[in-house]
C-alpha cells in the first residue's frame, strides 16, 4: 500500500525558515519522480518543486526559487523540502506526490501525479 506522509509545518515568522518531510512506504521512493505541492484557501493546488528518480534533476516555481531546496534520502525513503526566507504568501497546505512521469518537466501539474499524503499546514504570520 503506498503511503505519503508530511510533517514539519507550522506557524513561522516572515524570513523564518521550515523543513517539510515526507515519509513514504509500499513502494521505492528511489524509483519515482516526487513532488510537492501547495494549495491556498480559494486557490488552485500548485507545484513547488519535484526531483528526479535517478540523476538528481529538481525542478522549482518560479516564486520558491532561490528560497526553497528540495532531497531526497533514499535510504530513508524520505524526501524534504527545506524552506528559506518564508513569505506571507508561503501559507499553504504542502502536499507531497509521486509522479508517473519518467523525466523533470518544465512545469508541474497535478495531474501528472497519482498517490498524495494528507498534506502540512505552513503559516506565516507575524
Known amino acids: 500500500q503506498v503511503q505519503l506522509v508530511e510533517s514539519g509545518g507550522g506557524l513561522v515568522q516572515p524570513g523564518g525558515s521550515l523543513r517539510l518531510s515526507c515519509a513514504t512506504s509500499?513502494?521505492?521512493?528511489?524509483?519515482?519522480?516526487i513532488g510537492w505541492f501547495r494549495q491556498a484557501p480559494g486557490k488552485e493546488r500548485e507545484g513547488v518543486s519535484c526531483?528526479?528518480?535517478?540523476?538528481?534533476?529538481?525542478y522549482y516555481a518560479d516564486s520558491v526559487k532561490g528560497r526553497f531546496t528540495i532531497s531526497r534520502d533514499n535510504a530513508k525513503n524520505t524526501v524534504y523540502l527545506q524552506m528559506d526566507s518564508l513569505k506571507p504568501e508561503d501559507t499553504a497546505v504542502y502536499y507531497c506526490?509521486?509522479?508517473?512521469?519518467?523525466?523533470?518537466?518544465?512545469?508541474?501539474?497535478?495531474?501528472?501525479?497519482?498517490?498524495w499524503g494528507q498534506g502540512t499546514q505552513v503559516t506565516v504570520s507575524s
Open positions: 506526490a509521486t509522479s508517473f512521469l519518467l523525466y523533470i518537466p518544465s512545469t508541474m501539474s497535478p495531474d501528472e501525479y497519482d498517490s
Open positions: 509500499g513502494f521505492t521512493v528511489g524509483d519515482y519522480i
Open positions: 526531483i528526479s528518480s535517478n540523476d538528481g534533476s529538481t
